[in-house]
Each structure stands twice: as structure tokens, then as C-alpha cells.
């Protein structure tokens, strides 16, 4: 504690004063009395020619004294220092999966962050960027402390990795409107590196074992359902658990495991129920990180499609077709294509209807020049062009072919080009009133994809696109990703039920949007509304892979790792007068009271 008038102590002086007052003796008053006989033995211990009495106990000398002691202090101007930052800081706090460990960390973290801002002077500014998947800044630089605590405060772990790359080089971007210094958070020790700027490195938590449940996936044949399951363990030293596997939320089975450092474990598990719809796998043992201990899957039935096909003998599309488990093949007149009609996928080879079917999704190839429902022109040589995808349809996996020639199409307003080779569109790829429509420019015939191994697999995947429970079942969903989902052809609402129970509508209008929403990991419902009924489709969401789940690090160190504390602090002073006058205008009326009642 500091004094800025120190001279005020002085005034302590007075307190032998007020002593001295309660010790001198009471001047007496003579009455007359009748008789002194009863005042002998009081008279006989008094000693009446000594100036001094014994000090008593008296609440006015013992709030006098304190008045003067308080009174003296405020007088004498005290202040305590304080460190505070003068400067700008720039706090960039790791909110990725690895801070949900059951060891605080994010607590820890965020605590630290909220202590710098709290330690800033009046001229200092903070600003806060959350470390994760996709970082962004919380909070611009500003200096109203209020403000920056309850944007950490809100602050909360998300279920996905961090993107120490993509955080640097926001933080870079943000440095450069001042020269803050830049604080880390976090309880990794990988690099994070700011071009030409020092980073502070705060790292919270401690090195911890872990084991997590990597991937969940089912396989039917028939009436058969088996679940394969894989664990793997991030730790230095053996670790045991139990595996439980649930069937439609009951317990089906619990496998005893055992895996050695760094192992990868295959557990697999038969019999299961043919009717069984979800699958959750569940580590019994809680360890350092609770989020990887499951892992979840769907059951889906084998059901096969009515699909037409119109096709002057293409013998690819023919055979391919035919062998796929999700089509239930119908072959159809080239010469009498609008007459069709109750089938869910209809295909179009070389020829066209005069308008779309409003039954069912629609796969074109080849479409004829001067067809009534898409301008087409003569084909043109792409031979001499890289294809290229486009657009944000996922429709053409990676898959390596060469295309001759293709028509010369324009692309409607509600498609969008998948594939281009140079400024000619190959693959167009869209939704009109809840109906899938994807059109491939080309004849198959002048390309080499059905030669390649992959084109049944290709075709499968692209039948399985227009049926929602099939391109659910042939991908694994992540979280963060954003899904997109397959309507039925006569779906007049998409809704998905979330593992919280929340209600994401996707559609109307059509096109259906993405799920966005998909950042917990569990199982989620498709909901489509037809005329009579309600479509339910489940599909799981799980973690990244061991993305986040190996919780040990280099240094065992905790706390500032790369200096002892950040720099860039000044002294700030905290003045206590006020404090004191309160306590003081207390004490006299707590005197004025007692002297009152006497």
C-alpha cells in the first residue's frame, strides 16, 4: 500500500489525547449526606489525591479511537498498484473438441483469458479469435472489459478439431490493425506460427491417456447384420475397457477389450436383430476425453427401386442397371417415353418426353438436339480440355475418364454445372419442384467411363443420390459437415429432428436446403411430409476419426510455456479513500447511537 499525502499520519498523534481524557479522574461534586457511616469502606479504597483512574471498558473510546484511525487514513490519500496492460492484446482461445477433457482445461483457458481482460488499464484493448474447425474473431478490439468477459463467458468447446493454420493466419489479419501482442490458449503444443509477430503460449491441462471409439459401420446380408466397430488408444501404456452395443437404445452385447499402446482394435459383432435400425457403440469407462467414447450407425433395409429405362440398347447403362441392388430395372418404348408413369427414377438415354415425369427423379444422357424441355445443340469435341468440377453438387466423385465429345448445353436457371471440360458444362445437376434432375452431356459411347473398373460403382452411387436412406448408407456423415439430403419425389416438406430435439426445415421451398446445423455428434431424423404420411429416415453423425483425441503433447509443462507472463503490463493505482470515508461516516453514526442511548 502506497500514501499520496503520508504527512496525514501525523494526526495519529492525537489518539494519546483521547486516551487521556478516559484516564484522568472525574472532578467530584460535594452533596451532603445525613451520615458517612455507610461510605467508610468505599471512602477506605479510593485514593482521592492521585490526578489518574483505571481505564475502563467504554464502547465511545474504542469507536473514538477507530473514527481517528480512519480519519488520519483517508486524510493520507492510500492507493494500492496493480498491474495493468497499456497496451493491446490479442487472446486467441482454443475452443476445439480436445477442451472438453475432463481435466478443466477449457476452464483453465478461458479463466486466463478472462484475467487478462481484467488486468487491462484504461488505455489498453483486447480482442478475442476462437481457435476450432473454422476460427473467427469473437470480439473486435475494444477496451470495455464488460463486453469481452461475457463474450468468453459464451464461450463453449465444439465437438471438431482446430485449424491452427487457418487461426494464424486470422490472427496475422487481425494483428495488423494495431500491435497487439498475441496470446495463445490451448492445450496443444502443435505449432502456431504468426509471421512477425511473438506468440504467448498458454497451455492448459495436462499430458492424459485416452481411447476412443473410431469408426462404427454395419454390413446386411440378408437377414444377417454385422457391426464393426474400431477402437483405438492414445496412450503411453495398456489400456482395458468394455464395449457395449446398444440395438435400437437396449443393450445387445459387452466385449471385453485390451489394446496396447497406440493400438487400433477391430471388434466385430453378429447376430444382430435383421430388424434393428440404430446401432450406438459405448465405452463403459470414463477416461480424459468423454465425447470419443461413442459411436453411432443406421440399419437400412435393402430395397430396390422402381426404375425405368428408355434407351436405344445401350448396353452399358442396360447392364449396369440391371445388376444394381437399389434399382428394380424396367425397361421402357424410346418411341412412347411420355406414357410412363409410378416409377421413382427414370432414366433417359438419347431420347426425351415433352415434360419432365412428377412422379419420380430424373437421370438424362445424351439429351436429343431440339428436345422440348433443355436447349441442346449439336454436340462439340471437349478431347482437348481437363475436366474439372464445379459448382457445390458432390455429384462426380473422383473418378478418372475422358470424354470425346458432348452436347452443347444451357444451363437452366435452377441447375448448376457439376463438371466442366473448359467453358463446356458436362454434368448439370439441380432440383425443380422437389425432383432430382441430373443431365450428362455426353453419349457414354464416346467415352471410356464404362470400361473403367469403377463405373458400376459409379452408377451406384449415382442411383443411390436420388434415394435418401441408400445415399445416407453408402457415406459416413461427420460433424460440421454440411449434408446434403435426398427428397422423395413426392415430399412436400423436409424437416430433420436433431439429437437435441431440435427441428432444422429444409424445405419449402424447393430445392431442399443442406443440412448446416450437424454439429453434435448422434443420430438425426429425416422428416418428409407426402399427402398421406410421413418419410422417416435415420442417419448417424459421428466425430472425426481420432481427429482430436490424442490428449498427450511434448511438453509436460503447463501454464506460460514460452515466457513467464505476458509482457506489456503498466502499474495501474486502485484508490482507497472512498472506502475508507464510507467505513468512517459508519463508525459515527454507530457513535452517535450509542452515546444516545445513555
Known sequence: MNFANPLALWGLL?????????????????????????????????????????????????????????????????YITSA????????????????????????????????????????????VIVLGAEPYVASGFTSDKASL????????????????????????????????EIILLTDSDTAFEVPGRAVTRFLAGQNADNTAVTRVSTRREGERITCLVQVQSFSAVNISNSLALYTDDKLFSITNITLAPGEELDVYIDNIPADTQTLVARLTEPDALEA??????????????????????????????????????????????????????????????????????????????????????????????????????????????????????????WMEAALTAGDVPLVLAGQQEGRQVVIFAFD?????????????????????????????????????????????????????????????????PFPALPLSTANKPGLYTLLQTRADSVARTLFAVNLLPGADSDLRRTSTASGYVTETAPSAYTEGSIDLTPYILAVLLLCLLVEWWVYSKR
Not at 490526578?51 to 475502563?56: A, D, E, H, Y
Not at 476452464?107 to 478472462?114: K, P, Q, T, Y
Not at 468477459?149 to 482446430?162: E, F, G, M, Q, W
Open 14 to 78: 492525537s489518539i494519546p489525547a483521547i486516551l487521556a481524557m478516559y484516564l484522568l479522574k472525574q472532578k467530584y461534586r460535594d452533596y451532603p449526606v445525613p451520615s458517612l457511616f455507610l461510605w467508610a469502606a468505599a471512602l477506605d479504597r479510593s485514593d482521592a489525591a492521585r490526578p489518574f483512574q483505571k481505564l475502563r471498558r467504554n464502547t465511545l473510546l474504542f469507536l473514538q479511537l477507530i473514527a481517528v484511525l480512519l480519519l488520519c487514513g483517508a486524510l493520507s490519500g492510500p
Open 149 to 180: 468477459s461475457a463474450r468468453i463467458n459464451a464461450l463453449t468447446p465444439s465437438n471438431r478439431p482446430a485449424d491452427m493454420d487457418a487461426a494464424a493466419a486470422l490472427a496475422q489479419a487481425v494483428a495488423a490493425q494495431g500491435n497487439p
Open 292 to 413: 470419443d467414447n461413442e459411436g453411432y450407425a443406421c440399419v437400412y433395409p435393402e430395397t430396390a427401386r422402381r426404375t425405368i429405362l428408355f434407351t436405344n440398347r445401350n448396353v452399358f447403362l442396360e447392364n449396369v442397371l440391371a445388376i444394381l441392388p437399389n434399382v428394380e430395372l424396367y425397361t421402357g418404348d424410346p418411341a412412347n417415353v411420355s406414357a410412363a408413369s409410378g416409377y421413382y427414377l427414370y432414366v433417359y438415354d438419347g431420347v426425351l418426353p415433352d415434360a419432365l415425369p412428377e412422379d419420380g427423379h430424373v437421370l438424362i444422357f445424351n439429351p436429343p438436339v431440339g428436345n422440348a424441355l433443355f436447349e441442346t445443340s449439336a454436340a462439340v469435341v471437349v478431347s482437348g480440355f481437363a475436366l474439372s468440377p464445379a459448382g457445390t453438387s458432390d455429384i462426380m466423385p473422383d473418378v478418372d475418364f475422358a470424354v470425346l465429345k458432348a452436347k452443347s448445353l444451357t444451363t437452366p436457371d
Open 84 to 127: 495493468s496492460r497499456a497496451g493491446e492484446i490479442l487472446l486467441v482461445l482454443d475452443c476445439s473438441l480436445s477442451m472438453q477433457a475432463t481435466d478443466g482445461r477449457f476452464a483453465e483457458a478461458r479463466n486466463e483469458a478472462l484475467r487478462q481482460v481484467e488486468r487491462m488499464g484504461t488505455q489498453g484493448k483486447a480482442a
Open 444 to 508: 457414354l459411347h464416346d467415352t471410356d467411363l464404362p470400361l473403367r473398373k469403377e463405373f458400376p460403382i459409379f452408377m451406384y452411387d449415382l442411383c443411390s443420390r436420388f434415394m435418401p436412406a441408400e445415399a445416407l448408407a453408402a457415406r459416413e456423415l461427420y460433424v460440421g459437415e454440411v449434408i446434403a439430403l435426398a427428397p422423395e419425389p413426392d415430399a412436400m416438406d423436409m424437416a430433420v429432428l436433431q439429437p437435441d430435439g431440435t427441428n432444422v426445415k429444409l424445405a419449402p
